[in-house]
């Protein structure tokens, strides 16, 4: 058989970001290479020609942000997910490779929840400083303030990131179809709770955990639906504010019928939990999944143990008290 050249091995020198290489996590039609501060993304002859039409087809070896193994969205929803999924057994067939390019999907609607949240905050945090340090200008004989502070596109970028984070929410609901056999997939909690007490039944730690996470969901669902298709209902969104006592509000949403939530708070407390409700589904999914002719078990390392560079929380091992030798 005669070897091509696109047969021939590829090699790179990744020169952008800080230091080795920490991680790989392969993602369908791509890999994705990790330094501490940055992502890289490879792609194979076979991936860019896969009907073989050009013998010299190259390789590509692309920079996808600046973002790395160190940030948790990545070290917890894709890198600890692959490799707790390379370690597992399943007692039934589950497509490691098409959870993983799914993970990958949710990873990357989180990190744009992210970004959105964090360009929002910076824009409220450098408000706050020259509010603090000068002060707001007057005119008017000093009876009016102008111009008065306003974080620039906020309903826009607000709306930005409710989508992300409404995709996201989306991605983790549709993770129960790729390990149980279910009719249907679900957008939200509320039907998927549903879904999984017909299915596997409701005392499970799967079902609970989706349970008891119902309302936190739905709450973000009504925000971004309620922005997107206001009638009755709808997401106010409220800039830098003058209070009646003359204090200076920062920004806050809420639906019409709501509470006002500092939206600062509120978006980093989102991505955190929406982190979170992925690893921990994916856990749950697992451990519901996972063959019982051996003793898995989910093993938290802990805080000292944690790898900045890599911070993964928990590792699928073996309970050795209960491994039984012949």
């Not at 940055?38 to 190259?58: G, H, V, W, Y």
């Not at 039934?92 to 949710?106: F, P």
Request: net charge negative; charged share 25%; aromatic share 8%.
């Amino acid at each position: 058989m005669t070897i091509l050249p696109r047969d021939s091995a590829g090699s790179f020198e990744l020169k952008e970001g800080t230091g080795p290489i920490i991680a790989m996590c392969p993602c369908g039609e791509f890999l994705e290479i990790y330094k501490v501060d940055k992502t890289f993304r490879i792609k194979t002859p076979e991936s860019i020609d896969p009907k073989r039409t050009n013998p010299n087809a190259l390789w590509t070896a692309s920079p996808q942000s600046d973002v790395g193994s160190s940030n948790p969205i990545i070290a917890r929803v894709l890198l600890q997910s692959h490799e707790i999924l390379k370690a597992a057994i399943f007692a039934v067939e589950v497509h490691k490779e098409a959870v993983n390019i799914h993970l990958h999907s949710c990873k990357e609607a989180l990190l744009a929840s992210e970004f959105m949240a964090k360009r929002i905050n910076s824009q409220i945090d450098k408000i706050i400083e020259e509010i603090n340090s000068k002060g707001v200008s007057k005119d008017n004989h000093g009876r009016g303030l102008n111009p008065f502070p306003q974080v620039q596109e906020l309903d826009k970028d607000c709306g930005t990131f409710l989508i992300q984070a409404n995709r996201a929410i989306k991605l983790i609901c549709e993770l129960p179809s790729f390990f149980l056999n279910l009719d249907r997939q679900d957008s939200n909690f509320h039907h998927l709770g549903k879904r999984l007490e017909a299915a596997v039944g409701k005392d499970i730690p799967l079902t609970q955990f989706v349970i008891e996470n119902k309302a936190n969901i739905e709450y973000l669902i009504e925000l971004r639906n309620f922005h997107e298709h206001p009638k009755q209902r709808k997401t106010i969104i409220i800039n830098f504010m003058l209070m009646p006592d003359s204090s200076i509000r920062t920004p806050h949403w809420h639906i019409s019928d709501g509470e006002p939530h500092a939206i600062k708070e509120e978006m980093i407390a989102t991505v955190e939990f929406l982190r979170d409700l992925a690893e921990l589904m994916l856990i749950h999914l697992v451990m519901f999944a996972i063959s019982k002719d051996f003793p898995f078990i989910i093993e938290a390392i802990p805080e000292d143990k944690i790898d900045k560079s890599n911070p993964i929380r928990y590792r699928l091992s073996l309970d050795m008290n209960k491994l039984q030798f012949p």
